[in-house]
């Protein structure tokens, strides 16, 4: 079992930045994932890291979202630059129980057994 915490979330400007991090259990051998989810909308994957660091982003973030981790704090990160208010929305990190997904279940929710509690941001 892998247990996440988010942190780092929070209410900004249009155009600015915000980190977000994810405490895990472990993280050494896993892909996890970022997510969003804006009210009324469903969940969907922002960005994704693999063991190997093998990153892989949605379309609308590319360029402003980078997703990172650092195996000795058993932590990974969301650095979100250039925010725009269609950003915000409660962000979750998650983990899967293997080292890799194929590019097609990156950013699919239904690839992720484990999950945070999740993160607010507010972009206004």
């Known amino acids: 079992h892998v247990q996440l915490v988010e942190s780092g979330g929070g209410s900004v400007q249009t155009t600015g930045s915000l980190r977000l991090s994810c405490a895990a259990s472990?993280?050494?051998?896993?892909?996890m994932a970022w997510f969003r989810q804006a009210p009324g909308n469903g969940r969907e994957g922002v960005a994704y890291?693999?063991?190997?660091?093998?990153?892989h982003y949605e379309d609308s973030v590319k360029g402003r979202f980078t997703i990172s981790k650092d195996s000795v704090k058993r932590t990974m990160y969301l650095q979100m630059n250039s925010l725009k208010p269609e950003d915000s929305g409660m962000y979750y990190c998650?983990?899967?129980?293997?080292?890799?997904?194929?590019?097609?279940?990156?950013?699919?929710?239904?690839?992720?057994?484990?999950w945070g509690q999740g993160t607010q941001v507010t972009v206004s």
């Open positions: 890291i693999s063991k190997l660091h093998l990153t």
């Open positions: 472990t993280l050494t051998d896993l892909c």
């Open positions: 998650a983990s899967n129980s293997g080292p890799y997904l194929p590019f097609s279940q990156r950013l699919d929710i239904s690839a992720y057994k484990y």
